[in-house]
């Protein structure tokens, strides 16, 4: 059985950076596409981005390009680094891991728990 345990979340003021990490257990898969998403009060879940282990293939929202960095130390192990981090980027924030390289929140089988990200204004 995977299990994604996320972590690094807090409460962070505009401008500033938080990196948030994603450790995975269980069965391991060199091909598995990690991701961050995040969700707001009241807002559906947003893909902020994605990468395959192996091939260095990222993808990143729109929204986040050019502020937001995602890593893997290695198979199992995804970061997201976050930059000039605005209030808008409060929400939580959920690793996945899947075998599409995609921005589709359905296409992801294993979930984080989940840490909050505080911007304070």
């Known amino acids: 059985q995977v299990q994604l345990e996320d972590t690094g979340g807090g409460l962070v003021q505009a401008g500033g950076s938080l990196t948030l990490s994603c450790a995975t257990t269980g069965r391991s898969c060199s091909s598995a596409v990690m991701a961050w998403f995040r969700q707001a009060p009241g807002k559906e879940r947003e893909f902020v981005a994605a990468m395959r282990w192996g091939v260095g293939r990222s993808l990143y929202a729109d929204s986040v390009k050019g502020r937001v960095t995602i890593s893997r130390a290695n198979a199992n192990t995804a970061y997201l680094q976050m930059n000039i981090l605005k209030s808008e980027a409060t929400a939580v924030y959920f690793c996945?891991?899947?075998?599409?390289?995609?921005?589709?929140?359905?296409?992801?089988?294993?979930w984080g728990q989940g840490p909050q990200v505080t911007v304070s204004s």
């Open positions: 996945a891991r899947g075998v599409v390289f995609t921005s589709t929140p359905s296409e992801y089988r294993d």
